[in-house]
T-cell receptor, first 110, second 113 residues
Framework: RKEVEQDPGPFNVPEGATVAFNCTYS??????FFWYRQDCRKEPKLLMS???SGNEDGRFTAQLNRASQYISLLIRDSKLSDSATYLC???????????FGAGTRLAVHP | DAGVTQSPTHLIKTRGQQVTLRCSPK?????VSWYQQALGQGPQFIFQ???????QRGNFPDRFSGHQFPNYSSELNVNALLLGDSALYLC????????????FGDGTRLSIL
């Protein structure tokens, strides 16, 4: 079983749609959680950290459920520029390595 | 303020050869991590360097080795290259504090023929 699992997609949505991505992680010792965005043939870029209380950054909302070991990302009012791969990332308490999911592809069309 | 820089951008090698990839961390960062990203997969952690020592290592064979210099820059060396080593190699830097986010370079795309 992979340490971080994501639905690979692709999610094809029209502009203006709301889309949600889910992610599960297997290591209950995971302490920090992130969503990264990766454009085609580019490096991953931090989109947002994920906190237990849930957090919002503009059109993006992230949620964490520690009991279920589940992370989500909600994108409202999708833009063409949101088209990318979204990577779910966890960091275990010991050490500083990031554990990435395989990513979920999003394609927003006019 | 320069971000993380990696060189070269692209590289083509043949099986059995050796390769060295280079990384300069973002200004103010002292920790460098290396990741391998195969096509269609998320990045996989190779190892991390801090204070010129390997602090943590992922599940990669000894053919993968590294080094960190006093100016915090780092090298990733891979010996006896295999076809399966073809991937995007990403360097990420951060400060020594555990909770600081990592910033990635553009990566080196390595192709093994």
């Amino acid at each position: 079983r992979k340490e971080v699992e994501q639905d690979p997609g692709p999610f094809n949505v029209p502009e203006g749609a709301t889309v949600a991505f889910n992610c599960t992680y297997s290591n209950s010792a995971s302490q920090s959680f992130f969503w990264y965005r990766q454009d085609c043939r580019k490096e991953p870029k931090l989109l947002m950290s994920v906190y237990s209380s849930g957090n919002e950054d503009g059109r993006f909302t992230a949620q964490l459920n520690r009991a279920s070991q589940y992370i989500s990302l909600l994108i409202r009012d999708s833009k063409l520029s949101d088209s990318a791969t979204y990577l779910c990332v966890v960091k275990v308490e010991r050490g500083n390595k990031l554990i990435f999911g395989a990513g979920t592809r999003l394609a927003v069309h006019p | 303020d320069a971000g993380v820089t990696q060189s070269p951008t692209h590289l083509i090698k043949t099986r059995g050869q050796q390769v060295t990839l280079r990384c300069s961390p973002k200004s103010g960062h002292d920790t460098v991590s290396w990741y391998q990203q195969a096509l269609g997969q998320g990045p996989q952690f190779i190892f991390q360097y801090y204070e010129e020592e390997e602090r943590q290592r992922g599940n990669f064979p000894d053919r993968f080795s590294g080094h960190q210099f006093p100016n915090y820059s780092s090298e990733l060396n891979v010996n006896a290259l295999l076809l399966g080593d073809s991937a995007l190699y990403l360097c990420a830097s951060s400060s020594g504090q555990i909770d600081q986010p990592q910033h990635f370079g553009d990566g080196t795309r390595l192709s093994i023929l």
